[in-house]
């Protein structure tokens, strides 16, 4: 049986139905970093937790990943400069985490820290008539604020789910995140305070 409750008001302008969910490198070779994998059981679940409210609402998923070609035309300049590469197309741990399933979401491949330079992500979004984007993922303080910051620019309101997401340097997670609340007035809600967002709210006993 179920019972309707109230939903929470969304800390953000945009309607649900012009919002989308955009999941950042939630691949295995990030969460092999020694940082990140001693926290993966509980990133892992807080991400769980906000594809299933992604889910009930109807939101379009983005699963945005990072691949490279061996053959050091995808390197970024300071790939070049170790000469290492490393996200190799076909590698195993080029994969999205096991414990997710993210089969039916929107897949966009990428090259850069920044989500939206060299891919499709901005016309996937306008396509989908996307006003806000909840974002989820690593590391904070690169791919994460690089991609949230360029939204911005583009004039999409930006969302960040503070324990959906993590960085290979813990003591910059907090610091990245407060900095662009402050500065951007971005949302930072936790993962439980998100899934209180939303028309589908019910309980389920």
Not at 41 to 60: F, I, K, M, S, T
Not at 167 to 180: G, I, K
Request: glycine share 2%; aromatic share 4%; with cysteine.
């Amino acid at each position: 049986m179920s019972t309707s409750s109230s939903p929470t008001h969304a800390p953000w302008r945009a309607p649900l139905d012009r919002t989308a969910l955009v999941v950042v490198d939630l691949q295995e070779a990030f969460l092999e970093q020694a940082s990140l994998a001693a926290h993966r059981d509980e990133l892992v679940a807080r991400v769980r937790q906000v594809l299933r409210w992604a889910e009930r609402e109807e939101l379009p998923i983005i699963n945005v990943r990072t691949i490279h070609q061996r053959d050091r035309s995808t390197w970024t300049i300071t790939m070049l400069e170790d000469d290492q590469g490393f996200l190799f197309e076909g590698d195993d741990h080029t994969a999205a985490l096991s414990e997710l399933d993210l089969s039916a979401a929107t897949e966009v491949v990428k090259t850069r820290d920044d989500a939206f330079v060299g891919t499709d992500l901005d016309s996937v979004l306008t396509d989908l008539g996307v006003e806000a984007v909840v974002i989820i993922g690593v590391s904070t303080h690169t791919c994460v604020l690089l991609t949230a910051a360029h939204a911005f620019a583009l004039d999409r309101e930006v969302v960040l789910v503070r324990d959906a997401i993590a960085s290979h340097r813990p003591e910059l997670h907090e610091l990245t995140l407060d900095t662009l609340r402050d500065e951007y007035r971005f949302p930072v809600p936790s993962a439980d305070a998100l899934c209180r967002v939303g028309a589908r709210v019910s309980e389920h006993a």
